[in-house]
């Protein structure tokens, strides 16, 4: 048996995903003010998870920002790639920065393991979860068999992320129609509630203080195989909607004040005929709101 059927790694290469650079001495301050995190976080090397919101606070982009040379890499959606230059550009004003497509990298992510990368390539630790494992930028010349992981299909990675309730934009939730808190953000290392002004901080900073948020997406399990973009109900009352899925086993962005409620009359939650339960990724710090006896 060779080495890569051994290996417990695995790589998948992540067709759907792009990257942008952007260069210029005033890079690093012209990205300060507009993403949801520090880039002072980036100074050791690491990569940040981040979003562009829109000035009523709910995310347009999100992405990894990685240091590479005098600037950065994005890795971001394929099919957001465009607009999100074009965004960025629109902010750029007089600032000494250049942002442009990088179609010379694909992007991969691996997981159960942290071979040495071949000469290159871009790895990083996923920003959002150390669990998720590591991602990788693969230049023209360099492909996922050139790692030393057994190659799985894409689908390998989404039931990885599902399993540790990580959701991804775009699947679990619509660009332009949530907030940080309901995507995780809060969560999974996206945003920075001690870093100065970025577009849209007020409406983030309100709901992180207030405790506002709501919806969230948590993991679901089904009595029978899940599909997405089912709504989800409390009784009468519709609380979600199914994101990613997996089987049986999905993401969904729930209304959680209605799916405590729910559960705590002993009113099932459904989709369809399916009823579902949820339950909190093991790295959640809040919890199913208290629901007063009557």
């Not at 260069?23 to 507009?34: E, I, V």
């Not at 995190?37 to 990685?66: C, R, Y």
């Not at 959002?128 to 930028?137: D, F, H, I, Q, S």
């Not at 995780?184 to 290392?189: I, R």
Request: hydrophobic share 40%; charged share 20%; glycine share 10%.
């Amino acid at each position: 048996m060779s080495h890569r059927e051994e290996t417990p790694c695995r790589v998948s290469l992540l067709a759907d995903r792009g990257v942008l650079r952007v260069t210029g001495a005033d890079a690093k301050t012209f990205l300060q003010g507009l993403l949801t995190n520090d880039m002072g976080k980036t100074e050791s090397g690491n990569a940040i998870h981040a979003g562009l919101l829109s000035p009523q606070g709910k995310i347009l982009f999100d992405f990894f920002v990685v240091p590479s040379g005098s600037g950065y890499v994005i890795d971001a959606p394929k099919d957001t790639l465009g607009e999100l230059a074009k965004r960025l550009s629109f902010y750029r004003l007089r600032a000494d920065v250049t942002i442009e497509e990088a179609p010379e990298f694909a992007v991969a992510a691996l997981w159960n393991g942290a071979p040495a990368p071949p000469a290159g390539a871009i790895v990083y630790a996923d920003p959002r979860l150390a669990e998720l494992g590591m991602r990788v930028l693969l230049p023209d010349g360099i492909s996922v068999d050139d790692l030393a992981c057994a190659t799985a299909p894409t689908e390998d990675y989404h039931a990885h992320r599902i399993a540790l309730g990580v959701p991804q934009g775009g699947r679990d939730y619509a660009y332009g129609d949530a907030f940080p808190h309901e995507a995780l953000f809060d969560q999974l290392n996206g945003v920075d509630f001690k870093k100065g002004c970025y577009v849209g901080q007020e409406v983030v900073s309100r709901m992180e203080h207030r405790g506002t948020a709501r919806k969230r997406i948590v993991p679901i399990a089904g009595n029978a195989a899940l599909e997405s973009g089912i709504e989800i109900m409390a009784g009468d009352l519709p609380a979600g909607e199914i994101g990613s899925v997996d089987g049986t086993r999905g993401l969904a962005l729930l209304r959680l004040d209605r799916a405590a409620k729910a559960e705590a009359q002993g009113i099932p939650l459904r989709a369809g005929e399916t009823t579902i339960t949820l339950h909190l990724p093991a790295f959640a710090t809040f919890e199913l709101p208290a629901v007063e006896s009557a």
